[in-house]
């Protein structure tokens, strides 16, 4: 209901105004006040949307008691009542934000009039407000939609620009932000875990969380510019792998499992100190003992910091590649703590080989896999570099292949060779065989997409442009990675996922231009979009023209 105070030292004059209104707005709850000091403590009481406020009053005037009131309730109304028409009063009273005044003796109709169009002014900044509260909820819901979507574009996809720009104010995140990838690789069975690695990683510093596939979980961090990128990232690293902590501790929380750990972390710590450890927390993880033994199948891998988004690409797979032996004691490493594989060939680094490497298995080159990794043992040959350690290098890459594998949705075992080789003949002879095996998995993979998918995919699109559909929602729908969904755009018709999907609402929105009783902010929505100014720069960097004008045209070449 809405609430009107009137002010005004003289009885008869506010039961007169109170009787005139009564009558024309007999839905108002009003309540009357002598004088402003009693004005001031009832507004803080009653919260009214309107105050019909006497100016000349003893002790505190009308003036005074507006701005006191004002400064507590910001959104209520005032019409200044007064026998004075003074323009110093009116000066005075537009600063402190008066809709209207009233002088006195007013006719009936004036008052009335004077009081609708203030009412009027109140319904619609609650309409306006209920709106705004209705697409705040709807947003928050689906934030986390927008959220995963968004990783998973950023890393898989070519995002547009404009889009990109949306989604970054929708999770109030500036494009400037330093950001670094991290993946979180779960053991299998673990998919229930996902909820609570997202909840980790909003505590550990609003991290954005993409989908999960295969068994990894794409993470996306930015830099505390009050914090080392080292104590943060490992910080995270420790907090996201304290899920598996939780799981665990029904059976690991006895004060025995507590002093093994603490022991182990003891030795862990001189070790790690020695080799110049960043922090404790890294020492009492090397340990091993109970918290290893809780980690088995888990595994966090960090990428390097990038300047903006545009590079996170590049960090996610130094995160892969930092996650490719998971034998190491710690459950976690940073790529800049990982040891390269050794080799640069056609004027390569090699960190920008492994790149390269990772690169080759996506697209599933096998031949030239199987060419680097019998590379790699014929340098360590030549370097007389002992069996054993080529061994351990050629694993790392079977490793990271296997990795990448898994990051696109290919499940397969972990590589390991069932002996020690006696030579490195017998080494190659097994690498090959052991790359055999993954490129059995990757092509019956392949295999199981359906010759019709991205016709499939296309068809949900266009069904479902008009809401907030993510790469995710499509993968489940035809049983694909969001890589792959990708990948089969970019390959098949030219164009990525979110052009196609602007594409698709664009043209709808132009088929609804075309009836002239729908608004441009129906359309707006009807269309997928939430913000009419970002439908409009969309519109028209599609189009040419804005929709205003498109519209126009449209209709004017139709006629009457």
């Known amino acids: 209901m809405t609430k009107l105070l009137i002010v005004d030292d003289e009885q008869i004059e506010r ?61 209520t109304k005032f019409v200044m009542v007064t026998a004075y028409d003074t323009f110093d009063y009116a000066r005075q009273a537009i600063k402190l934000g008066v809709k209207d005044y009233l002088l006195k003796p007013s006719k009936a109709s004036e008052i009335v009039a004077t009081v609708g169009k203030v009412l009027s002014q109140i319904a619609e ?44 104010g929708l999770l109030g995140v500036s494009a400037g932000s330093e950001p670094f990838a991290m993946t979180v690789l779960l053991p299998e069975g673990s998919e229930r875990l996902y909820a609570a690695i997202r909840e980790k990683a909003r505590q550990a510093g609003g991290g954005w969380v993409g989908a999960m596939y295969g068994r990894h979980i794409p993470v996306i961090m930015f830099r505390d510019p009050a914090r080392s990128y080292r104590s943060q990232a490992l910080a995270v690293a420790r907090e996201l792998l304290s899920v598996a902590d939780a799981e665990q501790a029904p059976a690991d929380g006895s004060a025995g499992a507590a002093e093994e750990a603490g022991g182990a972390g003891e030795l862990a710590a001189g070790r790690t100190a020695a080799a110049g450890a960043d922090s404790a927390g890294e020492a009492r993880d090397a340990g091993g ?146 790359l055999g095996r993954l490129r059995q998995a990757f092509e019956a993979h392949q295999e199981r997409i359906k010759p019709d998918a991205i016709q499939q995919i296309k068809q949900y699109i266009y069904e479902h442009s008009h809401e907030d559909i993510s790469l995710e929602a499509i993968g489940k729908r035809v049983g694909l990675s ?55 720069k969309v519109f028209k960097k599609m189009c040419d023209v804005s929709p205003t004008e498109y519209r126009k045209t449209l209709l004017g070449k139709r006629g009457p």
């Open 15 to 75: 039961e007169g105004l109170q009787a005139i209104i009564r009558k024309g707005f007999p839905e108002l709850d009003i309540a009357q006040a002598k004088n402003g000091k009693i004005a001031v403590e009832l507004a803080g009481e009653l919260r009214p949307d309107l105050i019909l406020m006497d100016i000349k009053m003893p002790g505190m005037n009308g003036l005074e008691a507006i701005e006191l009131i004002a400064a507590e309730l910001p959104d």
């Open 125 to 168: 900044e609650r309409r306006s407000a209920e709106t705004s509260k209705r697409q705040e909820d709807a947003l928050r819901k689906v934030l986390p939609v927008i959220e995963t979507d968004i990783v998973t574009q950023l890393l898989f996809d070519h995002v547009h620009e404009v889009h990109l720009d949306e989604l970054l």
């Open 289 to 434: 003992g109970a918290r290893a033994r809780g980690l088995d199948g888990w595994f966090v891998g960090i990428g390097g910091v990038c300047e903006s988004l545009d590079q996170i690409r590049q960090s996610y797979q130094e995160a892969l590649i930092a996650s490719s032996d998971p034998t190491v004691p710690v459950k976690y490493r940073l790529y800049a703590d990982t040891p390269s594989l050794g080799i640069a060939r056609e004027g390569l680094s090699a960190k920008q080989w492994e790149r390269q490497f990772f690169d080759r298995v996506r697209l599933g080159q096998w031949e030239q896999i199987e060419a680097d990794a019998l590379e790699l043992l014929r340098r360590c040959e030549s370097e007389r570099a002992d069996l054993l350690l080529g061994q351990q290098r050629v694993l790392e890459l079977l490793w990271l292949a296997s990795r990448v594998l898994l990051e696109m949705g290919v499940e397969t075992d972990m590589p390991l060779f069932s002996f020690q080789a006696r030579d490195y003949r017998q080494l190659r002879a097994e690498t090959s065989l052991l």
């Open 482 to 536: 969001p890589f792959y969904i990708s990948k089969l755009f970019k390959e098949q018709l030219g164009v990525n996922y979110i052009d196609f999907l602007t594409e698709c609402r664009i043209d709808k929105a132009k088929k609804l231009m075309g009836d002239p009783d729908r608004s441009l902010k129906e359309i707006t929505f009807e269309v997928g979009y939430h913000d009419p100014n970002y439908f409009s």
